[in-house]
């Protein structure tokens, strides 16, 4: 699977949209890429994932360049309750393969 | 629906002992999956089972890491002679069978077990 970069962490005012970036320029045409998101001592949660369409579901959107090497996070109301450790993952779906994740992105939601 | 189902939340035991770990995936889920934290750290993927077969355990340590996922009943992580490095949140997570053509399936992850060796 190919490998992602994040920035290690961002601050964002409450009500504004939170844009978390990630780069994954070796990206293979048949892989996905899957946000999922850790809040301190929880489980990971699943946000959304995508191929190369822009995605939308009532968490975020997922903004994907036309050549896939990057993609962005868009969670457009942020409250404080967004505050949490964001991973960006590309991963090739089949029956055996594993989520493999990174460091992520801390985000902090500013009052 | 129930989501994925890990007990027990907390776990204390003391160097030597036995540590077991249970998780119930998501109903209609065949696959499970466990992963460990380290304080302050990431994720590293442990083992990924389906019902009575381990398919990848790659990130399992060798030694007194052992997973099993029975044809009835949920999934075990079992931890044998426990030492303080073995203190850690331990997360299961489940999902659907795939198959080829599916547009991408994703994991649920369970809220955690938290061991404590002291």
């Known amino acids: 699977d190919a490998k992602t970069t994040q920035p290690p962490s961002m601050d964002c005012a409450e009500g504004r949209a939170a844009n978390l970036p990630c780069n994954h320029s070796t990206i293979s045409g048949n892989e996905y890429v899957y946000w999922y998101r850790q809040i301190h001592s929880q489980g990971p949660q699943y946000i959304i994932h995508?191929?190369?369409n822009n995605e939308t579901n009532e968490m975020a959107s997922l903004i994907i360049t036309e050549d896939r090497k990057s993609s962005t996070l868009i969670l457009p109301h942020a409250t404080l309750r967004d505050t949490a450790v964001y991973y960006c993952?590309?991963?090739?779906?089949?029956?055996?393969?594993?989520?493999?994740f990174g460091t992520g992105t801390s985000l902090t939601v500013i009052p | 629906n129930a989501g994925v189902m890990q007990n027990p939340r907390h776990l204390v035991r003391r160097r030597g002992q036995e540590a077991r770990l249970r998780c119930s995936p998501m109903k209609g889920h065949s696959h499970v999956y466990w992963y460990r934290q380290l304080p302050e750290e990431g994720l590293k993927f442990m083992v990924y089972?389906?019902?009575?077969?381990?398919?990848?355990e790659s990130g399992m340590p060798k030694e007194r890491f052992s997973a099993e996922f029975p044809k009835e009943g949920p999934s075990i992580l079992r931890i044998q002679q426990v030492v303080r490095g073995d203190s850690a949140a331990y997360f299961c997570?489940?999902?659907?069978?795939?198959?080829?053509?599916?547009?991408?399936?994703?994991?649920?992850f369970g809220e955690g077990s938290w061991l404590t060796v002291v």
């Open positions: 089972l389906q019902k009575e077969n381990i398919i990848d």
């Open positions: 993952i590309v991963r090739v779906v089949y029956t055996g393969n594993q989520f493999y």
């Open positions: 997570a489940s999902s659907p069978r795939v198959g080829l053509l599916d547009s991408g399936n994703t994991i649920y």
């Open positions: 995508g191929l190369k």
